[in-house]
């Protein structure tokens, strides 16, 4: 049986609370907690992470992005051709996964005094990809719960 494929566009990439300029630097304020699907076994964990994993880079729409992202684990480095299908292990998935960028918006307003210059982040994954075959079961929860985990 096939699994759905896993689109890492549609997917929630962590808590991005709005805060006040004044706070930058201050830490964040409160600690969210993802749980974790990976068994408490080293062995288990590399096994895991060995895994083969059929995945795709999405085609960029900035003219100045380039069409082969490099990756490196361990000082290993897995090169993706954006808009290929590819098997790579799942080591290399968790990087992309981890890959993610923060813009922020501001809201200037003066009439609201001191609250006036609040940041919003924003989180973007920085080569987004969807996930086109994963056999083991525990691959879709694992990468959900790596993509929620506070950038």
């Not at 069409?67 to 954006?82: A, I, K, T, W």
């Not at 609201?112 to 982040?121: A, I, Q, V, Y």
Request: charged share 30%; net charge negative; aromatic share 8%.
């Amino acid at each position: 049986m096939a699994r759905p494929r896993l689109d890492t566009t549609n997917e929630y990439l962590g808590k991005a609370d709005e805060f006040s300029i004044n706070d930058i630097g201050n830490g964040p304020p409160d600690i969210e907690v993802i749980d974790r699907v990976l068994p408490d076994d080293y062995a288990e964990i590399e096994k895991f992470m060995q895994e083969p994993v059929t995945i795709m880079i999405h085609e960029s729409t900035d003219p100045n992005d380039v069409d082969l992202v490099e990756v490196g684990v361990n000082g290993r480095h897995q090169f993706f051709m954006r808009g290929n299908p590819q098997t790579v292990r799942r080591c290399y998935v968790e990087r992309l996964a981890r890959m993610k960028k923060t813009s922020f918006s501001q809201n200037l307003d003066e009439r609201l005094g001191e609250h006036m210059n609040t940041m919003r982040p924003h989180h973007a994954l920085r080569f987004p990809f969807s996930v086109i075959e994963d056999k083991n079961p525990k691959g879709s929860p694992w990468l959900r719960n790596l993509l929620a985990e506070r950038v």
